[in-house]
C-alpha cells in the first residue's frame, strides 16, 4: 500500500504541480505554434520568444534578404523540437507571455490582413492554413491551446 502524505503537504504539491505545469504547458504550445504556423526560410519558426508573467514581446527581427524563391521543408520530430524556445523558471506563477519577434509577425498570423507575402494563408505557396493563429489560439474548449494545457496540466497534476 503506498504511503499517503499529510494533508499540511498539500498546498507545496499543487504550487509545485502548478509551476511544473505552467512550465511543460508553455513549451508544448512553443512546439504547436512552430507546428502550425507558416515555414518558408524557417525564420519565423526560430523566433518565438517566452517570458515570465504578462511583459510585450519585442518585433525587432527584420526579414531576410534575400527571401528564398521555394519555402524550405518544415523539420520534424527533434529537429522541429530544437526551434522551441527557452522557458525561464516561474517560482512565483506569474506565467509565462509567448510571442513572435519577427517584424512581420502579425501578416504570418493572419492578425492583420495583407495582400503580399502569404496573402492570410491564401497564397497558392502558403505554407500554413489561412487564419492558423486563431485557429489554434482562439479554438473552442477541448480544441487547440485549451487541448494541449488541459493535457499537459492533467498528466503532471497526475503524478502529485
Known sequence: MAKRKPINQLIPDVREALIEGMEKATDAITLDLIEQG??????????WMVV??????????????PVPK?????PKGKDLASLRPITPKNE????????NMTEYSV?????VPTNRGRQGGKAQNATAPPRWFHNYAGAPNGTGMHRTVDITLTNVFRRY
Not at 38 to 47: E, K, M, V
Not at 52 to 65: D, K, L, M, N, V
Not at 92 to 98: K, S
Not at 107 to 111: E, F, H, N, S
Request: charge should be positive; charged fraction near 20%.
Open 38 to 47: 507558416p515555414y518558408w526560410s524557417g525564420l519565423f519558426a526560430r523566433s
Open 52 to 65: 515570465r508573467g504578462q511583459s510585450a514581446i519585442p518585433q525587432y527581427i527584420p526579414r531576410q534578404y
Open 70 to 74: 521555394e519555402a524550405q521543408s518544415k
Open 92 to 99: 512565483d506563477l506569474r506565467g509565462y507571455t509567448i510571442g
Open 107 to 111: 501578416y504570418a498570423m493572419d492578425i
